[in-house]
T-cell receptor, first 117, second 113 residues
Framework: EAGVAQSPRYKIIEKRQSVAFWCNPISGHATLYWYQQILGQGPKLLIQFQNNGVVDDSQLPKDRFSAERLKGVDSTLKIQPAKLEDSAVYLC???????????????FGEGSRLTVL | AQSVSQHNHHVILSEAASLELGCNYSYGGTVNLFWYVQYPGQHLQLLLKYFSGDPLVKGIKGFEAEFIKSKFSFNLRKPSVQWSDTAEYFC???????????FGPGTRLSVLP
Protein backbone atom coordinates (compact mmCIF):
# COMPACT_ATOMS: atom_id res chain seq x y z
CA GLU A 1 0.00 0.00 0.00
CA ALA A 2 1.44 3.37 -1.01
CA GLY A 3 1.97 5.87 1.79
CA VAL A 4 1.14 9.55 2.04
CA ALA A 5 2.97 11.46 -0.68
CA GLN A 6 4.13 15.04 -0.24
CA SER A 7 6.03 17.50 -2.40
CA PRO A 8 8.27 19.34 -2.53
CA ARG A 9 10.50 17.87 0.18
CA TYR A 10 12.43 21.11 0.59
CA LYS A 11 11.71 24.71 -0.29
CA ILE A 12 13.67 27.88 0.38
CA ILE A 13 11.99 31.23 -0.23
CA GLU A 14 12.39 34.82 0.83
CA LYS A 15 9.90 36.48 3.14
CA ARG A 16 6.82 37.87 1.44
CA GLN A 17 7.05 35.27 -1.32
CA SER A 18 4.47 32.55 -1.76
CA VAL A 19 4.76 28.76 -1.59
CA ALA A 20 2.49 25.79 -2.13
CA PHE A 21 2.71 22.26 -0.82
CA TRP A 22 0.95 19.23 -2.22
CA CYS A 23 -0.28 16.09 -0.52
CA ASN A 24 -1.74 12.84 -1.82
CA PRO A 25 -3.17 10.72 1.02
CA ILE A 26 -3.42 6.97 1.20
CA SER A 27 -6.10 5.70 -1.16
CA GLY A 28 -9.48 5.54 0.51
CA HIS A 29 -8.56 7.72 3.48
CA ALA A 30 -11.34 10.29 3.77
CA THR A 31 -9.72 12.37 6.49
CA LEU A 32 -6.70 14.52 5.72
CA TYR A 33 -4.71 16.75 8.05
CA TRP A 34 -2.05 19.42 7.63
CA TYR A 35 0.26 19.92 10.58
CA GLN A 36 3.04 22.45 11.16
CA GLN A 37 6.09 21.21 13.03
CA ILE A 38 8.53 23.87 14.17
CA LEU A 39 11.99 22.64 15.12
CA GLY A 40 12.00 21.23 18.66
CA GLN A 41 8.21 21.13 18.94
CA GLY A 42 5.46 18.62 18.31
CA PRO A 43 3.19 18.81 15.28
CA LYS A 44 0.47 21.45 15.53
CA LEU A 45 -2.77 21.10 13.58
CA LEU A 46 -3.38 23.67 10.86
CA ILE A 47 -6.42 22.24 9.12
CA GLN A 48 -8.41 19.02 8.87
CA PHE A 49 -10.56 17.86 5.97
CA GLN A 50 -13.22 15.18 5.82
CA ASN A 51 -13.54 14.34 2.12
CA ASN A 52 -13.53 17.81 0.54
CA GLY A 53 -15.07 19.64 3.50
CA VAL A 54 -13.20 21.49 6.24
CA VAL A 55 -13.71 20.00 9.70
CA ASP A 56 -11.37 22.21 11.71
CA ASP A 57 -9.36 25.23 10.58
CA SER A 58 -9.44 27.11 13.88
CA GLN A 59 -5.64 27.23 14.12
CA LEU A 60 -4.97 28.16 10.50
CA PRO A 61 -3.63 31.73 10.12
CA LYS A 62 -6.16 32.59 7.48
CA ASP A 63 -4.63 35.94 6.61
CA ARG A 64 -1.74 34.11 4.95
CA PHE A 65 -2.48 30.38 4.88
CA SER A 66 -5.05 28.64 2.72
CA ALA A 67 -5.76 25.01 1.94
CA GLU A 68 -8.08 23.11 -0.31
CA ARG A 69 -9.06 19.56 -1.12
CA LEU A 70 -11.27 20.02 -4.13
CA LYS A 71 -12.06 16.45 -5.12
CA GLY A 72 -11.72 14.85 -1.72
CA VAL A 73 -8.35 13.31 -2.56
CA ASP A 74 -5.27 15.52 -3.12
CA SER A 75 -4.77 18.64 -1.07
CA THR A 76 -2.69 21.79 -1.38
CA LEU A 77 -1.54 24.13 1.36
CA LYS A 78 -0.51 27.65 0.36
CA ILE A 79 1.30 30.37 2.24
CA GLN A 80 1.17 33.91 0.89
CA PRO A 81 2.99 36.02 1.91
CA ALA A 82 5.47 33.97 3.91
CA LYS A 83 7.01 35.23 7.14
CA LEU A 84 10.23 34.20 8.82
CA GLU A 85 8.28 32.38 11.54
CA ASP A 86 6.69 30.12 8.93
CA SER A 87 9.97 28.20 8.67
CA ALA A 88 8.92 24.69 9.66
CA VAL A 89 8.14 21.24 8.36
CA TYR A 90 4.64 20.93 6.95
CA LEU A 91 3.27 17.48 7.53
CA CYS A 92 0.35 15.88 5.78
CA UNK A 93 -1.41 12.96 7.40
CA UNK A 94 -4.40 10.83 6.51
CA UNK A 95 -6.65 8.60 8.49
CA UNK A 96 -9.09 5.81 7.77
CA UNK A 97 -11.78 6.05 10.42
CA UNK A 98 -12.86 2.72 11.82
CA UNK A 99 -16.30 2.71 13.42
CA UNK A 100 -18.25 5.55 15.00
CA UNK A 101 -15.48 6.62 17.39
CA UNK A 102 -12.89 7.04 14.72
CA UNK A 103 -10.22 4.91 16.25
CA UNK A 104 -7.85 4.83 13.30
CA UNK A 105 -4.37 6.19 13.62
CA UNK A 106 -2.72 8.88 11.51
CA UNK A 107 -0.40 7.99 8.66
CA PHE A 108 2.14 10.69 7.91
CA GLY A 109 4.01 11.75 4.81
CA GLU A 110 7.68 12.66 4.91
CA GLY A 111 6.92 16.35 5.19
CA SER A 112 7.87 19.49 3.30
CA ARG A 113 10.62 21.52 4.95
CA LEU A 114 10.20 25.26 4.40
CA THR A 115 12.95 27.77 5.06
CA VAL A 116 11.99 31.45 4.87
CA LEU A 117 14.92 33.85 4.56
CA ALA B 1 -8.72 22.32 25.32
CA GLN B 2 -6.62 19.21 25.29
CA SER B 3 -2.90 19.39 25.98
CA VAL B 4 -0.11 16.84 26.15
CA SER B 5 3.10 17.12 28.13
CA GLN B 6 6.19 14.98 27.91
CA HIS B 7 8.47 14.88 30.91
CA ASN B 8 11.86 14.88 29.24
CA HIS B 9 13.18 16.95 26.39
CA HIS B 10 16.30 14.83 25.80
CA VAL B 11 17.19 11.43 27.23
CA ILE B 12 20.62 9.85 26.82
CA LEU B 13 21.07 6.15 27.54
CA SER B 14 23.61 3.46 26.93
CA GLU B 15 22.67 0.36 24.98
CA ALA B 16 20.84 -2.27 27.06
CA ALA B 17 19.57 0.33 29.53
CA SER B 18 15.87 0.43 30.31
CA LEU B 19 13.73 3.25 29.00
CA GLU B 20 10.69 5.03 30.32
CA LEU B 21 9.35 8.17 28.67
CA GLY B 22 6.61 10.05 30.45
CA CYS B 23 3.44 11.41 28.86
CA ASN B 24 0.57 13.19 30.58
CA TYR B 25 -2.53 14.66 29.01
CA SER B 26 -5.27 16.95 30.12
CA TYR B 27 -8.76 15.90 29.07
CA GLY B 28 -11.55 14.65 31.26
CA GLY B 29 -13.31 12.38 28.81
CA THR B 30 -12.51 9.19 26.97
CA VAL B 31 -9.35 9.31 24.93
CA ASN B 32 -7.40 7.34 22.40
CA LEU B 33 -3.66 7.44 23.03
CA PHE B 34 -0.72 7.03 20.70
CA TRP B 35 3.05 7.00 20.65
CA TYR B 36 4.74 7.97 17.39
CA VAL B 37 8.45 7.75 16.59
CA GLN B 38 10.49 9.77 14.12
CA TYR B 39 13.84 8.24 13.19
CA PRO B 40 16.43 10.62 11.74
CA GLY B 41 15.45 11.62 8.23
CA GLN B 42 12.23 9.61 8.27
CA HIS B 43 8.54 10.34 8.66
CA LEU B 44 6.49 9.91 11.81
CA GLN B 45 5.53 6.28 12.37
CA LEU B 46 3.12 4.69 14.81
CA LEU B 47 4.76 2.76 17.66
CA LEU B 48 1.63 1.74 19.50
CA LYS B 49 -1.90 2.84 20.32
CA TYR B 50 -4.49 2.45 23.05
CA PHE B 51 -8.23 2.60 22.41
CA SER B 52 -9.80 0.49 25.16
CA GLY B 53 -9.38 -2.74 27.10
CA ASP B 54 -6.08 -3.87 28.58
CA PRO B 55 -4.26 -0.71 29.71
CA LEU B 56 -0.90 -2.31 28.93
CA VAL B 57 -0.37 -2.20 25.18
CA LYS B 58 2.47 -3.65 23.19
CA GLY B 59 3.85 -2.08 20.06
CA ILE B 60 6.53 -2.66 17.52
CA LYS B 61 10.23 -3.18 18.26
CA GLY B 62 9.68 -4.28 21.86
CA PHE B 63 8.01 -1.08 23.05
CA GLU B 64 5.05 -1.07 25.41
CA ALA B 65 3.00 1.60 27.13
CA GLU B 66 0.72 1.65 30.13
CA PHE B 67 -2.42 3.77 30.36
CA ILE B 68 -3.14 4.90 33.91
CA LYS B 69 -6.46 6.70 33.77
CA SER B 70 -6.29 8.09 37.32
CA LYS B 71 -2.99 9.75 36.52
CA PHE B 72 -3.88 10.84 32.97
CA SER B 73 -0.66 9.17 31.89
CA PHE B 74 0.51 6.97 29.05
CA ASN B 75 4.18 6.23 29.64
CA LEU B 76 6.31 4.45 27.07
CA ARG B 77 8.72 1.70 28.14
CA LYS B 78 11.33 -0.60 26.69
CA PRO B 79 13.35 -2.98 28.87
CA SER B 80 16.55 -2.80 26.82
CA VAL B 81 17.24 -0.07 24.26
CA GLN B 82 19.38 -0.42 21.17
CA TRP B 83 21.42 2.15 19.26
CA SER B 84 18.78 1.95 16.50
CA ASP B 85 16.17 3.34 18.93
CA THR B 86 17.80 6.75 18.64
CA ALA B 87 14.92 8.94 17.50
CA GLU B 88 12.34 11.49 18.58
CA TYR B 89 9.26 10.16 20.36
CA PHE B 90 5.90 11.90 20.39
CA CYS B 91 2.88 11.15 22.54
CA UNK B 92 -0.51 12.06 21.03
CA UNK B 93 -4.07 12.20 22.29
CA UNK B 94 -7.29 11.93 20.33
CA UNK B 95 -10.33 12.85 22.40
CA UNK B 96 -13.64 11.05 22.46
CA UNK B 97 -15.55 11.46 19.17
CA UNK B 98 -13.06 14.10 18.10
CA UNK B 99 -10.87 13.82 15.09
CA UNK B 100 -8.05 16.12 16.10
CA UNK B 101 -4.84 14.63 17.40
CA UNK B 102 -2.93 16.75 19.91
CA PHE B 103 0.78 16.03 20.09
CA GLY B 104 3.24 16.51 22.90
CA PRO B 105 6.47 18.45 22.34
CA GLY B 106 8.49 15.26 21.86
CA THR B 107 11.39 13.58 23.65
CA ARG B 108 14.67 13.09 21.88
CA LEU B 109 16.29 9.78 22.74
CA SER B 110 19.98 9.25 22.11
CA VAL B 111 21.33 5.74 22.65
CA LEU B 112 25.08 5.45 22.94
CA PRO B 113 26.69 2.32 21.52
Amino acid sequence: EAGVAQSPRYKIIEKRQSVAFWCNPISGHATLYWYQQILGQGPKLLIQFQNNGVVDDSQLPKDRFSAERLKGVDSTLKIQPAKLEDSAVYLCASRNLQGPRGTGELFFGEGSRLTVL
Amino acid sequence: AQSVSQHNHHVILSEAASLELGCNYSYGGTVNLFWYVQYPGQHLQLLLKYFSGDPLVKGIKGFEAEFIKSKFSFNLRKPSVQWSDTAEYFCAVNANYGQNFVFGPGTRLSVLP
